[in-house]
Antibody, heavy 123, light 112 residues
Framework: EVQLVESGGGLVKPGGSLRLSCAASGFTLSSYSMNWVRQAPGKGLEWVSS????????YYADSVKGRFTISRDNAKNSLYLQMNSLRAEDTAVYYC????????????????WGQGSLVTVSS | DIVMTQTPLSLSVTPGQPASISCKSSQSLLHSDGKTYLYWYLQKAGQPPQLLIY???SRFSGVPDRFSGSGSGTDFTLKISRVEAEDVGVYYCMQSIQLPLAFGGGTKVEIK
């Protein structure tokens, strides 16, 4: 069975750091671009960051650029999101999602999603 | 950046009746490779989103044929031919022709 499982969420104070992990099973992560998408409480989906198969290409939403770092370890079939300088507005459920690669590394649909990891930034 | 705008914000539908959701993009989603990078997702309560439609009109594996997508360029539509109780949730369109990737604001579908 294909699964993506996020971990590492929790309560953190403003200015603090957290590292999210996303472990894949049932498929090989190294065939997919990977993404983080977040959803603030009661709000819609917000794309956060993408990383290419090899990790060569990376892109961030302006809202997290300079504070968040996406990375992957294909040998461990895992994706990561290092989140620094966290703000109240970063409070959200964070989903990892695999992306079927199309004509380029960021073009393709998100086919598998994890259940999400809740990050709460509050003093 | 491409902005995705969905209408309506919410929809209340009688079971067995059709439903239609509109998604407009601020730039064309048609690429020179001939593909249009527009997708539809459904997020049911307490669950992650699930892919329904890719490249405007192709149904993802296992998606019932009552779901259909259409459109071109900047204007797209998701139609449910006969709404069922299990179709309740929030529908999102998404573009991936250009970074940053972007989702529409969502359309909540409920049953009357």
């Amino acid at each position: 069975e294909v699964q993506l499982v996020e971990s590492g969420g929790g309560l953190v104070k403003p200015g603090g750091s957290l590292r999210l992990s996303c472990a894949a099973s049932g498929f090989t992560l190294s065939s997919y671009s990977m993404n983080w998408v977040r959803q603030a409480p009661g709000k819609g989906l917000e794309w956060v960051s993408s990383i290419s198969v090899s990790g060569t290409f990376i892109y961030y939403a302006d809202s997290v650029k300079g504070r968040f770092t996406i990375s992957r370890d294909n040998a461990k079939n895992s994706l990561y999101l290092q989140m620094n300088s966290l703000r109240a507005e970063d409070t959200a459920v964070y989903y990892c999602a695999s992306q079927k690669v199309g004509s380029t590394w960021y073009r393709g649909y998100f086919d598998y999603w994890g259940q999400g990891s809740l990050v709460t930034v509050s003093s | 950046d491409i902005v995705m705008t969905q209408t309506p914000l919410s929809l209340s539908v009688t079971p067995g009746q059709p439903a239609s959701i509109s998604c407009k993009s601020s730039q064309s989603l048609l690429h020179s490779d001939g593909k249009t990078y527009l997708y539809w997702y459904l997020q049911k309560a307490g669950q992650p989103p699930q892919l329904l439609i890719y490249e405007v009109s192709s149904r993802f594996s296992g998606v019932p044929d009552r779901f259909s997508g259409s459109g071109s360029g900047t204007d797209f539509t998701l139609k449910i031919s006969r709404v069922e109780a299990e179709d309740v949730g929030v529908y999102y369109c998404m573009q991936s022709i250009q970074l940053p990737l972007a989702f529409g604001g969502g359309t909540k579908v409920e049953i009357k």
